[in-house]
């Protein structure tokens, strides 16, 4: 079970900080990603870590503003979210593979780690609102 936390409203310009925890499972084992899903669009991949590797990619939209970050002893990701903007708003979800599946192989690029399609173990996530 992955189960988010830290959303909540905050003005345009403002910062959050979500934290997703696993339950009954090693978060370590794949790779992890944030997801943002609003109503009527596709569901965006926000920011994500290789397992094999350690590289982070980040959607082109976030970059500069949103750190993706774990803490392994833990069990926990995080979503640091600074100057949030019109475009923040949604459901932030946290996400990985199920326990048996393959990892997804090394020297994939960004447009793959955040890619919907790469995993199938999702929280129900974490609500956030941007009022300007």
């Known amino acids: 079970q992955l189960v988010e936390s830290g959303g909540g409203s905050v003005q345009s310009g403002g910062s959050l900080r979500l934290s997703c925890e696993a339950h009954?499972?090693?978060?370590?084992?794949?790779?992890v990603a944030w997801f943002r899903q609003v109503p009527g669009k596709e569901r965006e991949g926000v920011a994500a870590i290789s397992r094999s590797t350690g590289t982070i990619f980040y959607a082109d939209s976030v970059k500069g503003r949103f750190v993706v970050s774990e803490d392994r002893a833990k069990n926990e990701i995080y979503l640091q979210m600074d100057n949030l903007q019109h475009e923040g708003p949604g459901l932030y979800r946290c996400v990985t593979r199920s326990h048996g599946s393959s990892p997804i192989p090394d020297g994939r690029p960004a447009s793959v780690f955040l890619a919907r399609k790469e995993y199938d173990f999702w929280g129900q996530g974490t609500q956030v609102t941007v009022s300007s």
């Open positions: 009954e499972f090693t978060l370590s084992t794949y790779a």
